[in-house]
């Protein structure tokens, strides 16, 4: 079976919708494993959120693009979580579910705690920032 096919099979076949493309490298070398993603994002059935970092995708009601099935909101932590880091809830949005301010967070904002992250994570505008705890 092409190397084409056993990634779509298994992409079909996991529930997640993030994809780290280390969970790929048992199927190939890493030149395969990046010009099979390229094609697939090409084609519209996986969108890059990040370096190494995508997301099953869907076409857009609106452009009939290829867009996340899920929002980056969602989609962000568990990719962050694949990788290894720990995430908390941020200041603003701990404030806000507890009732200390009425003020409703805006944006994508995790925390990191100690760690300091540099990888962007988002589609289009959306994008992820980080905080961390000192």
Known sequence: MPLKDRIKRSITQRGDDVFVRTEFAKFGSPAQI?????????????????????????????????????????????????????????????AYNTGQTTQVPVGMVINTGKRRISRRIGFGERVVTYETTS
Not at 40 to 64: E, Q
């Open 34 to 94: 990046s010009r099979v993603l390229r094609e697939l994002v090409a084609t519209g059935r996986l969108v890059k959120l990040g370096v190494g970092i995508y997301a099953k995708a869907k076409p857009s009601v609106l452009t009939g693009k290829a867009i996340p099935v899920r929002p980056v909101d969602v989609l962000a932590p568990v990719a962050l979580q694949k990788l290894g880091v720990t995430i908390n809830q941020s200041r603003l949005g701990s």
